[in-house]
């Protein structure tokens, strides 16, 4: 049972890795605690939102550009409809960071963005309220990506090209000896050249079985589907969209073929251990509430809750994603702390996790998320 290459997570990041890792050559096995694509971690929910004039920080937008190129190539290989251009409406007042950021990205990347104020986005959007104080910034080729589907294809895609795929095994221990790595489940012992861990919250405990502490915190998340008047709000006619306001940061979906207005809220949420039962949607006082009343200023023509759901944010403290090499082994890459902004980047993330293990380097600039801007809690 020995492999060129172990993945330890198999959701968003690592089943891109395992595809281009298999497509490349390498024997590979993929390895999860459940059977991706799941409702377990952080991938589930039918919807991501992919943006390109990135409010946090223009170090994303070269990532970004390649994850969309590379979300396009899949859905051609795949034949599935992976991403929907709804456009994306970005909200808040001028002067915030998150503002700037949009405005000043998209024209150091010539990115098509249209600012307006607030009037005029609730004459284009006649279901969006917005105060004066806000503006908009609109992104008419970005959209929506479907998470389920994205692994689904990966998957498909990478066992098609020999990659293994192990469902439904909780890694018990990990230990590297020079370049060989060594994995024990309950069932088995696994051997490989290398090895690459992408999972998610439970990250944390399983690189502490490689002597790292890195400062992961997994996060009680719920979103919610509300009917909706549907000539309003449908995905022919209303943007994916992110509010930051004073209440909190609030991000969401057009109905898509009548699945009612999907909304969330990204600041926020309750730490958790992820090994144990997470309290569903509407089990804690306020799960409902603070969403209603973030449509009921913003978006008053919705209804009723449909249902909603709970999932999980991994967060580092500066909600910057970790990508990097284990700084003892050269054969361990890791890819975690996507803080509830990293979905979108999973093509790009996964390419880059194949690159580091096949040839110690990547072209791609990970520099900002390496793991040492961490040293002093290591």
């Given at each position: 049972?020995?492999?060129?290459?172990?993945v330890?997570?198999?959701?968003?990041?690592?089943?891109?890795?395992g595809?281009f890792l298999?497509?490349?050559?390498k024997?590979?096995?993929?390895?999860?605690?459940f059977?991706?694509p799941h409702n377990k971690?952080?991938h589930h929910g039918?919807t991501?939102?992919?943006?390109?004039?990135y409010g946090?920080g223009e170090e994303?937008?070269?990532?970004?550009?390649?994850?969309q190129e590379?979300?396009?190539d899949?859905?051609?290989?795949?034949?599935?409809q992976?991403f929907?251009q709804?456009?994306?409406?970005n909200?808040?007042?001028?002067?915030?960071d998150?503002?700037?950021n949009?405005?000043s990205?998209s024209?150091t990347?010539s990115?098509p963005?249209e600012v307006?104020?607030?009037?005029e986005?609730?004459k284009r959007?006649p279901?969006?309220?917005?105060?004066?104080?806000?503006?908009?910034c609109?992104?008419?080729?970005?959209g929506?990506?479907?998470?389920e589907?994205?692994?689904s294809a990966?998957?498909?895609l990478a066992?098609?090209h020999?990659a293994s795929?192990?469902?439904n095994?909780?890694?018990?221990?990990?230990s590297v000896q020079?370049n060989?790595?060594?994995?024990?489940?309950?069932?088995?012992?696994?051997?490989?050249?290398?090895l690459i861990?992408s999972a998610g919250?439970w990250s944390?405990?399983l690189?502490?079985?490689?002597?790292l502490e890195l400062?992961?915190?997994?996060v009680?998340?719920?979103?919610?589907?509300f009917?909706a008047?549907e000539?309003?709000?449908?995905h022919?006619r209303f943007p994916?969209f992110a509010f930051?306001t004073?209440?909190g940061?609030?991000?969401?979906?057009?109905s898509?073929d009548g699945?009612?207005l999907?909304v969330?809220?990204?600041?926020g949420g309750?730490?958790i251990?992820?090994d144990?039962?997470?309290?569903?949607?509407?089990e804690?006082e306020?799960?409902?509430?603070?969403?209603?009343q973030f449509?009921?200023?913003?978006?008053p023509h919705?209804q009723?809750?449909k249902y909603g759901k709970?999932?999980i944010?991994?967060?580092?403290?500066?909600?910057?994603?970790?990508?990097?090499?284990?700084?003892?082994?050269?054969?361990?890459?890791?890819a975690?702390?996507?803080?509830?902004h990293?979905?979108k980047?999973?093509s790009?993330?996964g390419?880059?996790l194949s690159?580091?293990?096949i040839?110690?380097?990547?072209?791609?600039?990970?520099?900002?998320f390496?793991?040492?801007?961490?040293?002093k809690?290591i």
């Open positions: 049972m020995h492999y060129d290459v172990i330890i997570g198999a959701g968003s990041m690592g089943m891109a890795a595809y298999a497509k490349s050559g024997r590979t096995l993929l390895l999860d605690s059977n991706p971690g952080s039918d991501r939102i992919i943006r390109y004039a946090e994303y937008v070269p990532l970004v550009l390649k994850a590379l979300w396009n899949l859905e051609k290989v795949s034949g599935k992976l929907l709804t456009g994306v409406l909200v808040g007042s001028e002067q915030t998150f503002i700037q949009i405005i990205s024209k990347y990115l963005l307006m104020g607030a009037s986005v609730n959007w279901g969006i309220s917005l105060p004066d104080e806000y503006i908009g609109f992104e008419p080729t970005s929506v990506l479907k998470p589907e994205c692994i990966y998957r498909e066992e098609m020999g795929i192990l469902t095994s909780k890694v018990k221990e990990i020079q060989l790595v060594t994995i024990k489940t309950a069932e088995q012992t696994l051997t490989s050249d290398g861990v919250a944390g405990s690189l502490s079985m490689l002597g400062p992961l915190n997994p009680r998340k719920t979103f919610a589907w009917d008047n000539s309003l709000y449908n022919h994916a930051e004073a209440e940061l609030y991000y969401g979906f057009p898509i699945s009612g999907k969330g809220r990204h600041d309750e730490n251990n992820p144990e039962d997470i309290l569903g949607f509407g804690l306020g799960d409902e509430a603070d969403l209603k449509l009921n200023q913003y978006m919705t009723q809750l709970t999932c944010y991994t967060l580092t403290p500066d909600e910057d994603f970790i990508i990097d090499v284990h700084p003892s082994y050269s054969n361990v890459a890791i975690s702390g996507f803080s509830g990293g979905f980047f999973s790009v993330v390419l880059i690159e580091l293990i040839t110690g380097k990547t072209e791609h600039d990970v520099s900002p390496s793991m040492n801007r961490f040293e809690r």
